[in-house]
């Protein structure tokens, strides 16, 4: 059978499956789970792989993850793996879908959270179930192997947890096979059905900090008697501020602290008060410095106000990168699956994803999904289509996917599959 035919096949099956991906989908999206506790979707995407006759499928891995393995029947050594995330958020859900999600989660440490897919796992889920149904059914004619990657914990577990990719990969899910090539997707607020591609970091360097100031606890009323930490904290949150400054900027940085929790009361100065926030750089080997620079803030802001901080660093996600050779070879596939005009080079954000330890480790690439309703502007910046349901973030308790993308994501795991294991997609240094 020729290359075209495949194709075609492999978009003739997808068409079949679509209807059953969005049903996936809106399961998904009303049964969310949070980073770590993806028991029921775990269980939902082992049935549906074991159901599809997979060679193996492996499930707990590093928690909740599962590995369905698909050997094809024709000869070629290649392995890819087609990664999707399946974790969920401590976010309320405003998408305003009659799929919306009603889930709290009164166990989650830090909790009770509302829970909700608000940066669009369900469709990263649902659309990688599809794509294995399309594999598995020309299983006999695919020149290699494919991993189905289905990964917990994206979004960052508790800090008392580990889990992740990190901790799938030294789980062992990827030494035997190793993959010759790691492929992700992420929905994102750009127009329907476009792919965004970028050479080089597309996503950022991230690293979680607690910074936990001590002082010494006393009666509201005689703040002398102790030392009171809270001082101490605004001068942290505003001294932050002035670290931009410390590095280069054309290379982008952020500090955020997000959540402040303190142990005293209105008329209690409390032992303790922690800080905690993330750390992102466009550039990973700024890292280090704005680590070593918002340590020193700390501490020596502590000191003072008489006070101490002891600083963590917690979680680091290295960059998603893709090589210009990659990304070369990608291209005839990706402008295949969704039309040339529908392929454009996006910026690089601050945002991350973990599949950056896949695509690092093995190679391979990562791209943008556009799934709302909006057009580029003459700069090719998105921008909402009047009548529409406007441009939302993901993180947004109102962050929207439309339903009928979700056939593109499982075209383009599907189509990036077999180019991959045929040979054709493969960087030209690897070649
Ligand atoms: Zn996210
Ligand atoms: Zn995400």
Known sequence: MDTEAIHEELDKRAAEVADQVVAWRHHLHQHPELSNREVNTARLVADQLRALGLDEVRTGIAGHGVVGVLRGGAPGERVVALRADMDALPVRDACGADFASAVVDADYPGGPFPVSHACGHDCHTAALLGAATVLAGVRDRLPGTVLFVFQPAEEGPPVTEQGGARAMVEAGAFDDPVPTMAFGLHVTPHPKGYVGYRVGNQYGASTLV???????????????????????????????????????????????????????????????????????????????????????????????????????????????????????????????????????????????????????????????????????????????????????????????????????????????????????????DAA
């Open 210 to 428: 607690r910074i936990v100031v001590t002082g010494k606890q006393t009666h509201g009323s005689t703040p002398w008697e102790g030392v009171d930490p809270m001082p101490a904290v605004g001068a942290v949150l505003t001294g932050i501020g002035q670290l931009y400054r410390q590095v280069s900027a054309f290379d982008p940085v952020t500090v955020s602290i997000g959540h402040v929790e303190d142990v005293g009361r209105f008329n209690i100065v409390g032992q303790t008060v922690t800080l905690w926030g993330t750390v992102r750089c466009a550039v990973e080997s700024d890292m280090v410095r704005v680590q070593q620079r918002l340590t020193t803030l700390a501490e020596h802001s502590a000191a003072a106000f008489g006070a101490t901080a002891t600083v963590e660093y917690l979680q680091p996600v290295p960059p998603v990168h893709n090589s210009g050779p990659w990304v070369e070879a990608g291209l005839p596939t990706f402008r295949r699956v969704v039309g040339p005009e529908r392929v454009v080079e996006t910026g690089a954000t601050l945002g991350y994803d973990d599949v950056s330890e896949l695509v690092g480790r093995f190679g391979g690439l990562y791209v943008m999904l556009g799934v709302q309703d909006a057009t580029l502007d003459a700069s090719g910046r998105p921008v909402p289509v009047p009548g529409g349901r406007g441009l939302v973030t993901n993180h947004n308790p109102h962050f929207y996917a439309d339903d009928g993308t979700l056939v593109t994501g499982v075209r383009l795991h599907a189509h990036v599959a077999y180019d991959h294991l045929a040979g054709t997609l493969v960087p030209s």
